[in-house]
Nanobody
Framework: QVQLVESGGGLVQAGGSLRLACVASGIIISINDMGWYRQAPGKQRELVAQILGVDSTNYADSVKGRFTISRDNAKNTVYLQMNSLKPEDTGVYSC?????????????WGQGTQVTVSS
């Protein structure tokens, strides 16, 4: 059974950095289009960054120039490098994407990891 598991969240001061990882576990053939989402308290979940195809990336305007999404296909892992963090970046960060396993293609969500940025 395929699972997406995030890690790397935590508490950081404004201006600091964190690197999130999302690992696909199971009998994985490939990870495909993947994205990172976040949900701040009292707000709707929003798309932060996505990586499509080989290396096409998109970012929310609020994180452009500060966040970088990348992937390591050999490790079935997608990363989100977050620099110059701001208090408004606080939220639960979840990964979502299409994974090809021995059972075929499916779209999955991780359980999320908390990021808290203090001012």
């Amino acid at each position: 059974q395929v699972q997406l598991v995030e890690s790397g969240g935590g508490l950081v001061q404004a201006g600091g950095s964190l690197r999130l990882a999302c690992v696909a576990s199971g009998i994985i053939i490939s990870i495909n289009d993947m994205g990172w989402y976040r949900q701040a308290p009292g707000k709707q979940r929003e798309l932060v960054a996505q990586i499509l195809g080989v290396d096409s990336t998109n970012y929310a305007d609020s994180v452009k120039g500060r966040f970088t999404i990348s992937r390591d296909n050999a490790k079935n892992t997608v990363y989100l490098q977050m620099n110059s963090l701001k208090p408004e970046d606080t939220g639960v960060y979840s990964c979502n994407g299409v994974v090809r396993s021995v059972d075929g293609y499916g779209k999955y969500w991780g359980q999320g990891t908390q990021v808290t940025v203090s001012s």
